[in-house]
């Protein structure tokens, strides 16, 4: 079974920078799509980021588009989200996830995702 597993999430001010990793094991993640995902409190996982298995294809939500860099390492089986600029609106528990033989075409929905991770705290202040 697939287990992924987030970090470096934490406490950053308005206009700072944070990357959260995320290792996977137990699978072929070289061919998984994966997703970063995030949820704050009483509201619906929304999407984040996604990169294509091979890395070639990148796709943002439109609310991080410009600040937020997706990127993977096969070699490490490592999937990482570069933060930039952070917001008040930005903080949440970000969840990374993997689509085994998922669609590019729809990567953004929740339902093209196998696996999750437990999550990382990201909190931005003032």
């Known amino acids: 079974q697939v287990q992924l597993v987030e970090s470096g999430g934490g406490l950053v001010q308005v206009g700072g920078s944070l990357r959260l990793s995320c290792a996977a094991s137990g699978g072929t993640f070289t061919t998984y799509i994966m997703g970063w995902f995030r949820q704050a409190p009483g509201k619906e996982r929304e999407f984040v980021a996604a990169?294509?298995?091979?890395?070639?294809?990148?796709y943002y939500a439109d609310s991080v588009k410009g600040r937020f860099t997706i990127s993977r390492d096969n070699a490490k089986n490592m999937v990482y989200l570069q933060m930039n600029s952070l917001k008040l609106e930005d903080t949440a528990v970000y969840y990374c996830a993997a689509a085994k033989g998922g669609n590019w075409n729809v990567a953004r929905l929740l339902s093209e995702y196998d696996y999750w991770g437990q999550g990382t705290q990201v909190t931005v202040s003032s």
């Open positions: 990169i294509s298995w091979r890395g070639y294809s990148t």
